[in-house]
């Protein structure tokens, strides 16, 4: 191979390897970390239960004929759920959903905070673990979508186990730990998004892909410069 292509391979060899080092580095180390973590535990599966099964049957519905069917909009889905000890049937209209006491056909009570607790505890694998903090917020934070109108339930356990529910329902919306918090770290270094931590065709890890492509065909070109079979040869 003429000695100008592997100058200028060796030189952009070395001057990429400056550049990609750290990422590399990151890429690397990300990529141990969250394949060493179980997705399973990373959700939070081994933590809290986000649904437990439904203890009522449909006749213990007794306020759905009683519901105010005309006064929908187009009905996206009707479900029958439950809140603790109450029936609670949930109404999907396009724009809105809608909570109602399964026997009553009143509009479902928002739950207090001593509910609140009382859900958690009851999604919670270990029933033993107490509770450290517990808040509404208007909007949640970035872990939990940024959904509104939200209690957030932090149990006082080395993994710091939180469950973010609906103010409005009840129902558990999603379940987090420090594991998921490591995870979204070193997920956020690989994909290079900073901000949201969604957008994997981002510009920056485009670029710095392709960059490590051209560092990889570099070396492989420096290959030539003494090659294996040339060594070879020379020594017999």
Not at 3 to 9: E, M, P
Not at 25 to 52: C, D, N, T, Y
Not at 168 to 193: E, K, N
Not at 203 to 227: H, N, R
Request: charged letters at 20%; proline letters at 5%; aromatic letters at 12%.
């Amino acid at each position: 191979m003429p000695s100008a292509w592997l100058k200028t391979a060796r030189k952009i060899h070395k001057t990429l390897g400056y550049l990609l080092a750290i990422q590399l580095f990151f890429w690397l180390l990300g990529g141990l970390i969250m394949s060493a973590i179980p997705l399973e535990k990373v959700h939070g599966k081994h933590l809290a239960q986000r649904q437990i099964d439904n203890p009522f049957v449909f006749k213990d519905y007794s306020g759905w004929p009683l519901l105010p069917w005309d006064s929908f909009g187009a009905l996206h889905n009707v479900e029958l759920t439950h809140f603790l000890t109450t029936p609670v049937i949930k109404i999907i209209e396009d724009n809105d959903t809608r909570y109602f006491n399964g026997i009553t056909a009143q509009p479902f009570a928002a739950p207090t905070q001593t509910d609140i607790i009382m859900q958690a505890k009851a999604h919670l694998m270990d029933k033993t673990k107490s509770i450290k903090h517990i808040e509404k917020v208007e909007k949640g934070p970035r872990e939990v979508g940024y959904r509104e109108q939200v209690w957030r339930v932090e149990m006082a356990d080395t993994l710091s186990t939180t469950l973010y529910l609906d103010a409005q329902s009840g129902q558990v919306v999603t379940v987090r730990s420090r594991l998921w918090r490591i995870f979204d770290f070193f997920w956020m270094l690989h994909i290079m998004d900073y901000n949201e931590r969604e957008d994997f065709n981002n510009p920056l890890l485009i670029t710095f892909s392709a960059t490590s492509v051209l560092f990889c065909l570099s070396g492989i070109i420096l290959l030539f410069q003494s090659p294996p079979w040339r060594r070879r040869r020379t020594q017999k």
